[in-house]
């Protein structure tokens, strides 16, 4: 198909570009405002409004009511920057976005999001970013500037130019003085439709307040006049083109001053205008500048020389920013800084920035201790549509597993594995503990996610697993794992051989938990019959119901009521260790268990019970392993009905839970070699 401009301008939106493009009168911009209180709403209002947009979603999570917000989903370009398992982080910041919104004092803090390295506090100041750009191009989200347009015979007021643009993008509201705008605003009825408190305050920068003095003086004062060369614009806020969003990040110090910051002198107009002082001769094109109207983010912040971080105490405080030669100039703007553990606490130790301290937020943005949200982030980036070799189930499991590991603190219960920590975190049960019991495992893990291995590093080793030449055919947690340990001797941020040792630890546990997953699948495979499993554990319910409230069970064949199957329960229960001595105990952890759903509404599902999971499975499995001898899977002679038994096995595999033919082979082959060793857990 040949394809021409016309085509090509087919898919443009025309009356898009006109609205993102509008512009009009002082007396027409007042009739929107009228008609919209919102154009007028502050930096920090804007941004929360652009959070909430997206909507908000309410959940319960260890008896403790949480917002999730879509928003961080980063579902508008499709996932890119998504933000996994940080809910409370967020919700924790977008607090402090709705307590600067009604003015409640967070407006004049700087936003310090602070955690240790690879734990998305960059990609949250990317998405707020990226977030106020595409909200500026939206309706609910429009806010509008101005500029001068005048005569020739008035073009010595601006230098000689015709039009003269607002060089901060200022409110044109700003443009009414302060003493009229109690009144106006109350006009306007900006005092009783707005949600929020006006924040409209200060003055225009200083090239708009020169033209407007000026002009003043031109008309003798009469402000009708000067505003009829006012023209209102539509705003869109833009990284790239540096309009309402700024970034700074440390340099060199002998290459970088705080004019980059409040803008600096333009020489080459300072012979035309005659002054350094005079406003036209100077650029205000610093970050605080063009950031103007919506966010400047400022990388590892606490990096900066001591005369930057002096810009931000004003900034912060009072909205105000002391450009040079000239007085404090009026800001608007969320401020957003981030930065490790190592610098925050040089902050900390420095009793000089007492005054930066005490006008931060600190907000912590910790590693995710969940184990299904750390997968979320490897499955984003290898995943099939971006990697086309065959990635092989419970591969960035177990390597998610061992990261979350390595961010756990040991629990204080002596009964309580690391393993079993991080299960319940994910919202499996274990026998005698309750939802209140891991909110007190978090309580008492104070620091908890804020050590450990950052997502990065195991990124880079899934990376260098996948180009490694033992991963021809698919990649397998072995060879995951095996990178994972091999890079701990060379890795940059472990500076003791006790926390490495620590780390080798957790990855033989990560294996053993694997080898658990698979022999568990296989056993799946052999059995394949859900159906039986639900009717088994409706059995063993009803089972151990009686027992413990000392009824008898009907029987369903025979219509007679009978003792409870002891012999049932017992071959279930040892099939995960339960001595006879604990069986009654066990019981009623089971039953209280249920009746903990019911209160709640939830009805009970053997899957969330992963310990009588497995020993449904394995009771299945004994029951049926009979019509397949795993041992034949490594033998050499395989007869043409084993070898149809193994095919049907292997299919399974595929089918059920993801494998490819090579994949399922390896597997099999695996979990054979441990049942012929004896390696099976009775």
């Known amino acids: 198909m040949v394809v021409c401009i016309k085509d090509i301008a087919r898919l443009q939106d025309v009356g ?37 947009s997206h909507g908000r979603e309410e959940y319960i999570d260890s008896r403790k009511r949480l917002v999730r917000f879509p928003f961080f989903r980063d579902e508008q370009n499709g996932g890119a920057d998504a933000i996994y398992g940080l809910d409370i982080a967020l919700m924790r910041l977008v607090n402090v976005f709705k307590s600067a919104a009604f003015g409640y004092g967070t407006e004049k803090r ?46 010595h007021v601006t230098g000689g130019q015709n039009v003269f643009r607002s060089p901060m993008n200022e409110e044109p509201l700003k443009l009414i003085p302060i003493d009229w705008r109690p009144k106006v605003f109350e006009d306007l009825g900006l005092t009783k439709n707005l949600p929020y408190p006006v924040q409209i305050s200060g003055d225009v920068d ?23 060369h006012i023209v209102v614009k539509r705003l869109v806020l833009s990284e790239k083109d540096r309009v309402g969003i700024g970034t700074f990040q440390p340099k060199d110090e002998k290459n970088q001053d705080s004019t980059e910051l409040t803008g600096d002198l333009n020489y080459r107009k300072i012979a035309e205008f005659g002054s350094d002082s005079d406003p036209r001769a100077f650029n205000f094109d610093g970050e605080f500048n063009i950031a103007n109207r919506g966010v400047i983010e400022f990388i590892e912040v606490l990096k900066l020389d001591v005369a930057f971080l002096y810009d931000l105490l004003s900034a912060s405080q009072e909205h105000k920013i002391k450009p040079k030669k000239f007085a404090q100039t009026d800001i608007d703007e969320v401020i957003i800084g981030h930065t490790n553990e190592a610098e925050y606490k040089k902050l900390l130790n420095n009793e000089f920035m007492e005054a930066l301290r005490d006008r931060t937020v600190k907000i912590d943005i910790p590693y995710i201790t969940k184990l299904d949200e750390e997968i979320k982030i ?26 979350v590991l390595t961010r756990l603190e040991d629990p204080k219960k002596h009964n309580l594995t690391t393993v079993q920590k991080l299960k319940l975190y994910n919202g499996k049960s274990l026998p005698g503990y309750t939802e209140d019991n891991v909110k007190e495992l978090r309580k008492e893990a104070v620091r908890e996610g804020m050590d450990g291995i950052s997502p990065r590093y195991v990124q880079d080793k899934i990376s260098n697993a996948l180009v490694s030449e033992k991963s021809e055919g698919h990649l397998n947690p072995f060879l995951v794992m095996n990178e994972l340990e091999a890079g701990l001797r060379t ?24 080898e658990d997953l698979v022999k568990n699948e296989v056993q799946r495979a052999i059995s394949a019959d859900e159906e039986a499993v639900q009717k088994l554990c409706a059995n063993y319910i009803d089972n151990v119901k009686a027992y413990t409230q000392r009824e008898k069970v009907k029987n369903k064949y025979t219509g007679q009521d009978e003792e409870p199957d002891e012999r049932l329960m017992r071959s279930i229960e040892e099939k995960i260790d339960i001595p006879e001595s604990r069986k009654d105990d066990f019981r009623r ?79 099999l082959n695996y979990v054979a070699s441990i049942f012929a060793r004896g390696d099976v857990k009775s």
Request: charged share 30%; no cysteine.
């Open 16 to 52: 898009e570009y006109r609205e993102l493009h509008w512009e009009g009168s002082f007396d027409e911009y007042l009739d929107l405002v009228r008609q919209r209180p919102g154009v007028v709403r502050s930096a920090f209002q804007r941004v929360y409004d652009m959070i909430e």
């Open 110 to 155: 700087v936003l310090l999001l602070h955690g240790p390295v690879g734990s998305a506090k960059s990609t949250i100041a990317r998405l707020l970013k990226k977030g106020i750009e595409a909200y500026s191009k939206t309706r609910e989200g429009a806010l509008y500037t101005f500029e001068w347009r005048l005569p020739d015979a008035l073009t």
């Open 206 to 228: 200083p090239a708009s307040r020169f033209v407007f003095r000026e002009l003043m003086a031109h008309y003798g004062g009469d402000w009708e006049k000067v505003m009829s």
């Open 378 to 403: 490897y499955t984003k980036d290898y995943n099939p549509s971006r990697i086309k070799k065959h990635i092989a189930p419970h591969t960035l499991e177990v390597a998610a597993m061992w990261a």
């Open 491 to 514: 890795h940059s941020l472990i500076n003791n051989d006790d926390q490495r040792k620590r780390y080798r630890e957790l990855i033989a546990l990560v294996k053993q938990e694997y």
């Open 589 to 667: 952890e089971i039953m209280n268990y249920i009746g903990a759903l019911a209160i709640e509404g939830k009805v009970f599902d053997y899957r969330t019970n992963e310990r009588l999971h497995k020993a449904l499975e394995a009771k299945l499995f004994e029951d049926q392993k009979d019509s397949i001898k795993l041992s034949s899977l490594i033998s050499n002679v395989v007869d043409r009905e084993t070898q149809k038994k193994i095919d049907i096995v292997k299919q399974r595999m595929i089918r059920n839970f993801g494998y490819n033919e090579e994949s399922a082979t390896d597997v």
